[in-house]
């Protein structure tokens, strides 16, 4: 669009010229939102330098689209990606009776499939000790659980899905950015490692994804590594990172993929984490100030 309007506007016209100084203001303004999301910017969360080992988290996330009717493709990937727990989301009871032979390898679940796009799946090899949590809206579920690693040291999960501001749905975001912040908030005062993962609806670097960052004081993996763009599969040209997993600093990084797609709009997302509490001291860790911390009270407590 700038070169278009650089090769065809009148520049004897001040119309014309404040329009291109307006785009070209707005592009700058946007790279600098996302440049932290190039292989250039600064990692957030650095790489482990151990193997794998009993402090290992393997996580897959999957978006898999309610009327998405390919649910033997997800097998087939998790049969390669071996993952210790998986979410999916947007599954209603079709979906809990196709996967239901998860169950053999996968016997510690928590399951709240539902018919309006907001079902959750929670499959794990590792203990879990949770409950279904209802912290907005009566029918748009999290899920808050304990996670007992091989090792034996015990991790705080949290698994969202909230309702993106779209005018067919929501046309606000009061409700999608409460129950983001109410997580935030839950984590800072959490007093075990912590993973959050989940289809956010909002990409990584919008305001409330940045606010949820430095409330909670969570790192997130993509941050000096790529976009991991999970949505839209269905369109090579129009992308965003959607699905999010975040982590306390006490974890380092083993790898973050962003995997083939099963038929879904959303590709997969695998993030392979490592309790490390020595990795506090190299990690970047987001600081909230007071002013950040007034909005996120002020979103916390806006009726919806």
Not at 1 to 5: G, H, T
Not at 32 to 40: A, D, N, R, V
Not at 182 to 185: D, K, Q, T
């Given at each position: 669009?700038?070169?278009?309007?650089s090769i065809f506007s009148d520049f004897t016209k001040p119309a014309d010229v404040v329009i291109l100084i307006a785009l070209s203001i707005n592009v700058i303004y946007l790279f600098?939102?996302?440049?932290?999301?190039?292989?250039?910017g600064k990692k957030q969360i650095v790489s482990s330098k151990l193997s794998n080992n009993e402090n290992n988290l393997r996580l897959l996330i999957a978006n898999v689209y309610q009327e998405n009717k390919k649910s033997s493709a997800y097998y087939g990937l998790i049969e390669k990606c071996q993952p210790d727990i998986i979410l999916l989301v947007e599954t209603n009871k079709w979906w809990q009776n196709q996967m239901d032979t998860l169950e053999k390898e996968y016997p510690y679940q928590i399951k709240v499939p539902l018919e309006n796009t907001y079902g959750m799946l929670l499959y794990s090899k590792l203990e879990l000790s949770g409950e279904v949590k209802y912290l907005v809206e009566e029918d748009i579920p999290s899920i808050e659980t304990d996670v007992k690693l091989a090792s034996g040291q015990t991790v705080k999960l949290f698994c969202l899905h909230p309702q993106p501001p779209v005018p067919q749905e929501n046309p606000r975001s009061t409700e999608r950015d409460k129950e983001i912040l109410?997580?935030?908030?839950k984590a800072k005062q959490c007093n075990l490692p912590v993973v959050v993962m989940g289809d956010l609806n909002d990409v990584a670097w919008s305001y409330t994804t940045e606010l949820f960052g430095k409330i909670s004081g969570l790192l997130d993996p993509r941050r000096g590594r790529g976009f991991f763009n999970s949505f839209n599969a269905k369109y090579f040209f129009l992308r965003f990172p959607l699905d999010h997993i975040f982590c306390s600093p006490d974890f380092s990084l083993s790898s973050i993929k962003r995997l083939k797609s099963c038929g879904s709009d959303h590709f997969p997302m695998w993030v392979n984490l490592q309790f490390n509490p020595q990795a506090k001291d190299l990690n970047h860790i987001p600081e909230a100030t007071e002013e950040d911390k007034a909005l996120a009270e002020e979103?916390?407590?806006?009726?919806t």
């Open positions: 669009m700038i070169i278009c309007l600098y939102l996302i440049f932290p999301f190039t292989i250039f109410l997580v935030a908030e979103k916390i407590n806006t009726p």
